[in-house]
């Protein structure tokens, strides 16, 4: 049986195996060393931010991780595009391959929706693989539309 909870400090090893399992399938070409790195700034990044302005449900079965959702909330200056300043950011949406298929990446992102709603969020956002994308339209995201065009400084080589 599928039990869903939200991480906890205890969790966070966890936690990082999951990103890098998701990040594998995502990023094939990336070196070890991007991953090894990677790995070693989650650690701080998580005992800094989890259960403060990131959190993270996990799926698990038999206290096994099946999936997780990470769920960064963002407060910033109200705006008419955010009125409330509030927003939150969906990432990380992963489903170990041996429990697909069963709806579990649709319940965590289900009890993220449902805590933003009780946190007041203008909007939740993400950036939708091709696989999870028929996922996000079911539970009706849709596509943004802005008068802004998405621009960004990048200080990594890419």
Known sequence: ?????????ADIPTLIEL?????????????QSVFDEIADK?????????????????????????????????????SPLF?????????????????????????????AIEDGKAWDLSYIELRATKCGYPLYKKLKFIEDKSIYMSMKLSFTEE
Not at 1 to 9: H, V
Not at 47 to 59: G, K
Not at 65 to 72: E, P, S, T
């Open 83 to 111: 009125i409330t300043g509030k927003t939150g950011t969906l990432m990380n949406v992963y489903t170990l391959p041996e429990f697909r298929r069963r709806g579990i990446g649709e319940t965590l992102v289900n009890m």
């Open 19 to 31: 990103r890098l399992g998701y990040m594998h399938e995502t990023h094939e070409d990336l070196e």
């Open 42 to 78: 989650s650690k701080g990044y998580f005992q800094e931010h989890l259960n403060r302005d990131c959190v993270v449900y996990l799926a698990e079965e038999d206290g096994r991780a099946a999936g997780c959702v990470f769920f960064l909330l963002i407060n910033k200056p109200a």
């Open 1 to 9: 049986m599928i039990t869903y909870r939200k991480a906890k400090p």
